[in-house]
């Protein structure tokens, strides 16, 4: 758990950026994008809470399909996925 907070709190600023500028960018074409973005709020306010994340993160994949990465999307989206996808990643190893 300390894991994924840590890793969230060093990429916060920038994860909080990406995840808003992804529904400016791409919110017409991929509107799961809005959700991405209410459930990376969520999980950030769970982890501060030293709350379970597993429900977080089974909802993210789900709304992203398991991260896909769309073929009509700029590099910002990319990393967004891979950043939660990485995040997912150390939750399931904790």
Same mark, same amino acid.
């Given at each position: ?6 890793? +969230?709190? /060093? ?47 089974? /909802? +993210? ?16 989206? /990319? ?5 939660? /996808? ?9």
């Amino acid at each position: 758990m300390n894991d994924v907070k840590n890793y +969230l709190d /060093e990429r916060h600023d920038k994860l909080d950026f990406y995840t808003k500028a992804i529904t400016n960018a791409h919110g017409q074409n991929h509107p799961e994008v809005f959700d991405v973005r209410q459930q990376y709020v969520k999980l950030c306010l769970d982890a501060r809470s030293g709350n379970n994340l597993d429900k977080n993160f089974e /909802e +993210l994949r789900k709304t992203t399909n398991n991260y896909a990465i769309p073929n009509d999307v700029c590099p910002v989206f /990319e990393a967004t996925y891979h950043m939660l /996808e990485s995040a997912d990643a150390l939750n399931a190893a904790s």
